[in-house]
């Protein structure tokens, strides 16, 4: 749940970054709220140590084609992957088709590679919400989204 005075816990593992790579994955669709995720997640990566060469970011089309793009990435030696897209509610069911299939293909990622496969996906009802999520009011899910990636790998390397 989204509320306004949530601050991120500490990882509750140490662990040294210097040889991971995290990729990232950001739907184009709705980039002005997409972008902002992946800047979020960027900035955080970036305060926890990791350098330039070690974040790996690939845009695609919508949220629909993260989980692919994020196998690749896996394919390519990511200790992680960030999946990042956000999903607005319209007026047919194109929303529920595209929010489960793109959270069943993130979580099927992860779960077949063993690795952690961060579910980044923005699903809701109006573009205010959204903006509210990806650096607004409540904060911005693609840092929490890049907090989740590290508290794994941390928990995976213990």
């Given at each position: 749940m989204a509320t306004a005075d949530f601050t991120l816990p500490?990882?509750?593992?140490?662990?040294?970054?210097?040889?991971?790579?995290?990729?990232?994955?950001?739907a184009n669709w709705n980039n002005h709220i997409t972008?902002?995720?992946r800047d979020g997640a960027t900035a955080f990566?970036?305060?926890?140590?990791?350098?330039?060469?070690?974040?790996?970011?690939?845009?695609?089309?919508?949220?629909?084609?993260?989980?692919?793009?994020?196998?690749?990435?896996?394919?390519?030696?990511?200790?992680a992957v960030i999946c990042l897209g956000c999903?607005?509610?319209?007026?047919?069911?194109?929303?529920?088709?595209?929010?489960?299939?793109?959270t069943n293909g993130i979580n099927q990622i992860g779960l077949e590679n063993k690795k952690p496969a961060i579910f980044?996906?923005?699903?809701?009802?109006?573009e205010q919400q959204a903006l509210d999520r990806s650096g607004g009011k409540l904060g911005n899910k693609g840092t929490e989204a890049a907090h989740t990636a590290l508290?794994?790998?941390?928990?995976?390397?213990q």
């Amino acid at each position: 749940m989204a509320t306004a005075d949530f601050t991120l816990p500490p990882i509750p593992f140490s662990f040294i970054t210097e040889n991971l790579k995290v990729g990232i994955v950001v739907a184009n669709w709705n980039n002005h709220i997409t972008y902002k995720l992946r800047d979020g997640a960027t900035a955080f990566l970036k305060e926890q140590g990791f350098e330039d060469t070690q974040i790996i970011t690939h845009e695609v089309p919508g949220s629909f084609e993260l989980a692919l793009a994020g196998e690749w990435l896996f394919r390519k030696g990511c200790d992680a992957v960030i999946c990042l897209g956000c999903v607005i509610q319209g007026d047919t069911p194109h929303f529920d088709y595209v929010c489960s299939a793109t959270t069943n293909g993130i979580n099927q990622i992860g779960l077949e590679n063993k690795k952690p496969a961060i579910f980044g996906l923005l699903t809701t009802l109006t573009e205010q919400q959204a903006l509210d999520r990806s650096g607004g009011k409540l904060g911005n899910k693609g840092t929490e989204a890049a907090h989740t990636a590290l508290w794994m790998l941390a928990l995976k390397n213990q």
